[in-house]
């Protein structure tokens, strides 16, 4: 009875670890009019570095770094610089089987999702409005 309890147990391991989607910083309007009507039709001009050293849940790329370029003009930012949180998850699962008769099995199976408990943000809203152009000049 004790090798029934003690033997024969199984574990499994999934892991994910991967850098986040990339993503570009767009305008809020169609500036450079290639879209009428459209919304985050094109890219602003980039004045400086956009990625931040210690990126927050609060500001994950520096938005002082883009301008909207002149109107009916395209901008200069590079198509997907900039790249979300990260997806880091751990999965565990335990079980056993356990033989009933000749051609039967009863499983034991116990799984555990997110062991570590990582959240995993979605990407940043990257649009630039006149809302941020307003808050970065105070």
């Given amino acids: 009875m004790k090798g029934l309890v003690i033997k024969s147990w199984q574990i499994n391991l999934a892991g994910v670890w991967s850098t986040g989607l990339p993503f570009t910083v767009l305008n809020a309007s169609d500036v450079s009019n290639t879209n009428p009507g459209a919304y985050a039709a094109d890219r ?9 050293d210690s ?3 609060g500001r994950f790329f520096n938005p002082g770094a883009f301008v909207a370029q002149a109107a009916g003009t395209l901008g200069d930012e590079r198509n997907s610089q900039l790249y979300g949180p990260h997806n880091r998850r751990l999965d565990v699962s335990i079980f056993k089987n356990i033989p009933i008769g000749n051609e039967a099995n009863l499983q034991f199976r116990a799984e555990i999702f997110n062991v570590t ?22």
Avoid: C, D, E, G
């Avoid at 602003?44 to 931040?52: M, V």
């Avoid at 408990?117 to 105070?138: C, E, G, H, Q, Y």
């Fill in 55 to 57: 990126p927050s849940v």
């Fill in 117 to 138: 408990n990582t959240t995993t943000f979605a990407s940043p809203a990257a649009f630039l409005t006149a809302r941020i152009s307003a808050i970065l000049t105070k």
């Fill in 44 to 52: 602003p001009n980039q004045i400086s570095q956009a990625t931040l």
